[in-house]
T-cell receptor
């Protein structure tokens, strides 16, 4: 039982490059979330999903896209990375009240 | 409008003493939940404690307790008998039923425990 895993753990991108972050959970949770954390701030919700095949915008969705083709996976895409997207990205999943977080992905855009 | 407010950017506490971290929230939803998470320097988010809006008693989990004052919209975390390993960032968060149970986080409080 791995819980919530994120791939990759670290990544450096150049401005304009694209990439996809993968979140996987093995707890059969319906709800999945992508957050970003910037220095001195709490986590802010980017996008979320309430079930397979569904996605919805969170607080800071601009510049990101997501897909939930399989219940256990939630993908976060950056089509054209910008320095403002330098951040730590957390994925989480939940079924009840508690959210289980992945270990985070540290992304730097130069 | 800010849903979660944590007014203490940083705090120092002596080992073995108790510390209270402040959290106020804003919601019109009668069904909501309040959470506290710990984020050590390693970066992972660790769930500490949960309080539901309809819970009559304050939540407790080991050395953690949540001082829930519903009328004041306050959900302070109390850590008793502080340990060096408690040094971390602490986040208060809220989820509301009307918002698909999304979590809204405060800016966090850094706690440093001194020996």
């Amino acid at each position: 039982n791995a819980g919530v895993t994120q791939t990759p753990k670290f990544r450096v991108l150049k401005t304009g490059q694209s990439m996809t972050l993968l979140c996987a959970q093995d707890m059969n949770h319906e709800y999945m979330y992508w957050y970003r954390q910037d220095p001195g701030m709490g986590l802010r919700l980017i996008h979320y999903s309430v079930g397979e095949g569904t996605t919805a915008k969170g607080e800071v969705p601009d510049g990101y896209n997501v897909s939930r083709l399989k219940k256990q996976n939630f993908l976060l895409g950056l089509e054209s990375a910008a320095p403002s997207q330098t951040s730590v990205y957390f994925c989480a999943s939940s079924r009840g009240y508690e959210q289980y977080f992945g270990p985070g992905t540290r992304l730097t855009v130069t | 409008a800010q849903k979660i407010t944590q007014t203490q950017p940083g705090m120092f506490v002596q080992e073995k003493e108790a510390v209270t971290l402040d959290c106020t929230y804003d919601t019109s939803d009668p069904s909501y939940g309040l959470f506290w998470y710990k984020q050590p320097s390693s970066g992972e988010m660790i769930f500490l404690i949960y309080q539901g809006s309809y819970d009559q008693q304050n939540a407790t989990e080991g050395r953690y307790s949540l001082n829930f004052q519903k009328a004041r919209k306050s959900a302070n975390l109390v850590i008793s008998a502080s340990q060096l390993g408690d040094s971390a960032m602490y986040f208060c968060a809220m989820r509301e039923r009307k918002n698909d149970y999304k979590l809204s986080f405060g800016a966090g409080t850094t706690v440093t425990v001194r020996a």
